[in-house]
């Protein structure tokens, strides 16, 4: 049979993945300073071990106040970068592409951990404080979130010059693929939607000024960030409070295109509140619809994302051609070698040439000892 279109390569730029499957960013509150650690490496490893053709990190902040919480990863300083190249080389070794997200949490930073019990904040004994968190304006999140303080539009531009000195260290680490974070609720999506930004200045008021300041962003990132290399921007294509929709985001993905940015990244919800879909109804490839309305109407390529739980459900999405990428999430935490499981499902590897020569080995012979052969 013909390779299916999930395990066909994809040129993006100058890389080259070797399958279409992506592990999505997902924080997970173990860094100390914003540095990579054993963690990580060990965490992020074993989707490099599983054959996903682009691994993603967490997002990692542009600057200490841009982190949702005080354990996440940075790229707001040169020391941090050696960490992250200890990560990077070992999904080279493993065949796949590295890739990491840049962003600032603005209103919606300095939280507890969302499994953290009421009263606590942060590991025990960690000492983790809150700080000041900024905005578009000084609207909270939510009741009960922190009060931010408005940005002013010179703390605005300083921003935009910290994500590119952030995409100038993930390329120092070794990044082959980077993504810009302007989705569930966070600064750049804070900007984007009309319910939390209510600015009257040349960052606010129409669509064209709420999306300036991303714009910006998404210009110097890219001047910042090698022409050879590949940059995602990750978005709500609706905002889940009834702001900002999808034809909003194809108007911005046309802006993106012409920015020179490869691949828009579809999610949905948060803009209020900690949940990233709120107001979206999840089932499975719930954000799918999204990113195939991008893809034809933006004439951009995309990523989909949200509730695709195995190869077959992929595949059709690809053959459908309502995206270019397939991102998994939460699957991927429950099943870390999900792209060679859908080979399996999918009949292109039979006899486990996809896994690590040390595991297809020992498989292949097992096929034999349970009669499969």
């Not at 999930?6 to 100390?32: E, I, K």
């Not at 999808?246 to 209020?272: N, Y």
């Amino acid at each position: 049979m013909s390779k299916p279109l999930l395990f066909t390569p994809l040129t993006l730029r100058g890389v080259v993945a070797p399958n279409r499957a992506v592990v999505s960013p997902m924080v997970q509150f173990r860094a100390t300073d914003g540095v990579v650690n054993d963690f990580h490496l060990v965490h992020l490893g074993k989707f490099a071990l599983g054959k996903f053709g682009i691994v993603f990190t967490e997002n990692c902040a542009v600057e200490p106040r841009g982190r949702v919480t005080q354990g996440d990863l940075g790229l707001w300083d040169d020391g941090q970068v050696e960490s992250h190249r200890r990560l990077t080389r070992f999904i080279h070794q493993e065949g796949a592409l590295a890739a990491t997200q840049i962003t600032h949490s603005g209103r919606k930073g300095s939280t507890a951990r969302v499994f953290d019990k009421r009263g606590q904040f942060g590991p025990d004994g960690a000492g983790w404080k809150k700080w000041e968190v900024v905005g578009p304006t000084d609207k909270p999140a939510a009741d009960g979130w922190l009060v931010p303080r408005a940005l002013s539009v010179e703390e605005i531009e300083g921003l935009v010059a910290k994500f590119a000195a952030a995409a100038r260290r993930a390329d120092a680490a070794g990044y082959d693929v980077l993504e810009i974070h302007a989705a569930h609720g966070y600064l750049l999506a804070q900007f984007l939607s009309p319910l939390s930004n209510t600015r009257n200045d040349l960052y606010g008021g129409d669509r064209a000024g709420r999306m300036r300041f991303p714009l910006a962003v998404a210009r110097a990132v890219r001047a910042a960030w090698p022409s050879h290399k590949p940059l995602f921007v990750r978005v709500s294509a609706v905002d889940g409070g009834g702001g900002w929709d999808v034809p909003d985001t194809v108007a911005f993905a046309q802006e993106l295109k012409a920015l020179g940015v490869d691949v828009v990244d579809c999610s949905s919800g948060g803009i209020a509140g900690a949940a990233t879909a709120a107001g979206v109804k999840r089932g499975l490839g719930f954000q799918v619809p999204f990113a195939a309305e991008v893809k034809r109407a933006a004439g951009i390529a995309t990523m989909a994302v949200g509730l695709i739980l195995d190869g077959p459900q992929a595949e059709a999405i690809l053959q459908a051609g309502d995206a270019d990428l397939i991102a998994i999430g939460r699957q991927a935490l429950y099943e870390p070698f999900w792209p060679v499981h859908a080979a399996q499902a999918l009949g292109c590897d039979r006899d486990f040439e996809m896994w690590p020569p040390e595991y297809g080995w020992w498989l292949e012979k097992r096929e034999y000892t349970l009669g499969r052969r």
